[in-house]
């Protein structure tokens, strides 16, 4: 999504709620999957509404269909960690349309296979293997920070964010590191609407997944008939719940990990900077303590909610907060309405890098389908952040962030910064 | 009042005094013990208050329910006495009780 030109878009949809007043309008008309809020920054006080007045909240029509919006923390942790009352599967975006383009992955299954699947790579990401990969990580970052202009604009997200990030997956996949760029090309694919920038059409979309297949099953096949290694693409050739998956799963299984993987740390290292510049005392804090990064990257996480929701979908007739949930309806986690939610969260609409408790947030989810990346992000954060530190005094955002025409994926496309060095 | 011992993936010991009917965890939490997480405050939902508990107290720590069989199942580092701190709540029987902290909490 780096690249897009965000100035036009949205297309004005009859579904849009961008500059309409969330207090104006009837409750039951407000539908937080349109993007246009989402672009356009204007979400918070919607969430804000149906957390307080209508917390488990019916959306009879959207663009999407009929769904539910839960937006209190108590009942998200709730829905999360009932996946016999609510299923990951079949899908866990709120667009039942994209399913004849969805692939199978474990983020969308339920236990047993979602548990043998997973439980195959996430060694990968484990906290023992990070452990290896910090140094890397860490002169990576040195490299990159290092070739920035200084007192001089540039775009951090293209220059910082992405790079970081995509360089990191390289490593994780062993991916062909000349190549990287596809990494970036195919993660902002896969959750591209056509016809914003991206792909135009689904034909193109198509046709984009199948060269990521291509390109990773030739990595498959390199990899199988090798010694068994610690990549990604290793453990899954040799895994024994993987090793005979279907093309279509694998690939999706490889979409799920470039996503997870790539867009989500990505859009929490620009929202960072962002949010310090928008707290100069909470930089101030940073300042003079270095040692509030490993808690400042927890409260980053939770002020981000790099992925905004996680849908499911009921199984059985249910109840929840005494409103009466359907088998089959669509339920909708509102994770960045449950992270500002101050029944749960102390001053939850505050951004504090030295909140006690900072780790108490939705943005990795709880249960079953926690974020298995969620150590690999925290520790690229934290690293990221203790590289700047030692080098800048203040990245000093300079121009409004253009953020991505998605109520999924919560980004950036863009963010002018100038760097001012150590004195 | 009883008196749990935290030791450390390093060997470092932690004694503490606790109230029962408190969770081991809240135990670790309250006196600050290193290597708990517990990022979901005590909800069996993210397993990242992973503790071993010495063979001798398996008995009296009880069985590991469903939930925390399928959170424990998702930790790369699980063992036999595999146990999640915020599903064991302290009772008399428990005075003296040792539990070892893993390595890193996933």
């Not at chain 1, 474990?106 to 043998?116: A, L, Q, V, Y």
């Not at chain 1, 969260?345 to 249960?367: C, K, V, W």
């Not at chain 1, 025409?405 to 002018?416: E, Q, T």
């Not at chain 2, 390093?10 to 969770?23: A, F, I, K, Q």
Request: with cysteine; net charge negative.
């Amino acid at each position: 999504m780096s690249e897009m030109a965000t100035g036009d878009v949205p297309k004005k949809s009859k579904w849009s709620m961008v500059d309409k007043d969330p207090y104006a309008m009837s409750i039951k008309d407000i539908d937080l999957s349109h993007p246009g809020i989402w672009q356009h920054n204007q979400y918070l006080p919607f969430m804000e509404r149906l957390r307080n007045e209508d917390p488990v909240h019916y959306c009879e029509d959207s663009a999407v269909g009929p769904y539910w919006s839960i937006m209190k923390y108590k009942d998200i942790m709730t829905v999360d960690t009932s996946p016999h009352l609510y299923s990951s599967e079949p899908t866990i975006g709120i667009i039942d349309s994209f399913e004849e383009f969805a692939l199978p992955a474990f983020i969308s299954m339920d236990p047993p296979k979602h548990d043998d699947q997973r439980r195959t790579v996430q060694g990968v990401v484990a906290p023992a293997n990070l452990k290896e990969l910090e140094g890397l990580i860490r002169s990576r970052a040195g490299v990159i920070l290092d070739s920035l202009p200084i007192n001089e604009e540039f775009d951090w997200v293209k220059h910082v964010s992405i790079e970081l990030t995509t360089q990191m997956l390289a490593t994780l996949f062993d991916f062909p590191f000349e190549d990287r760029n596809k990494l970036t090309y195919w993660s902002d694919v896969a959750t591209a609407i056509p016809g914003n920038g991206i792909v135009e059409t689904n034909e193109q979309r198509w046709a984009a997944i199948e060269e990521c297949l291509a390109y990773f099953t030739r990595l498959w096949n390199e990899r199988v008939n090798a010694e068994p290694g610690n990549d990604l693409v290793s453990m899954l050739a040799h895994g024994e719940a993987t090793k005979n998956m279907p093309p279509m799963e694998y690939l999706g299984n490889i979409i799920l990990l470039i996503v997870g993987g790539n867009d989500t740390t990505r859009n929490s290292i620009t929202g960072g900077v962002l949010a310090l510049n928008e707290n100069p005392a909470e930089y101030a804090k940073l300042r003079a303590d270095k040692g509030v990064i490993p808690n400042m990257v927890s409260e980053i996480i939770r002020w981000q909610t790099p992925l905004a929701y996680m849908r499911r979908t009921a199984i059985q007739d249910t109840e929840l907060s005494g409103k009466k949930i359907k088998a089959g309806d669509k339920v909708v986690m509102w994770y960045a309405s449950g992270n500002r939610d101050e029944e749960s969260i102390d001053r939850a609409n505050e951004f504090l890098i030295d909140r006690p408790n900072a780790r108490q947030h939705l943005s990795f989810g709880f249960g079953l389908h926690r974020c298995m990346g969620n150590r690999l992000a925290e520790m690229q954060l934290r690293v990221i952040w203790e590289e700047i530190s030692k080098r800048f005094d203040f990245v000093e955002v300079v121009g409004e962030p253009e953020r991505i025409y998605s109520s999924f994926v919560k980004g950036y496309s863009k963010l002018p910064v100038v760097l001012h060095p150590l004195k | 009042m009883v008196k749990v011992l935290f030791v450390e993936h390093d060997g470092t010991e932690h004694n503490v005094e606790v109230n029962t009917g408190d969770s081991l965890m809240q135990a670790a939490v309250s006196n600050g013990v290193p290597g708990i997480d517990a990022d979901c405050g005590g909800s069996c939902s993210c397993a990242t208050c992973h503790v071993y508990v010495s063979e001798e107290w398996l008995d009296k720590t009880g069985e590991v329910n469903p939930t925390e069989e399928a959170m424990l199942g998702l930790s790369t580092d699980r063992k036999e006495n595999s146990r999640l701190s915020c599903q064991i709540n302290l009772t008399e029987e428990m005075d003296g009780l040792v539990v070892s902290t893993p390595e890193f909490q996933f």
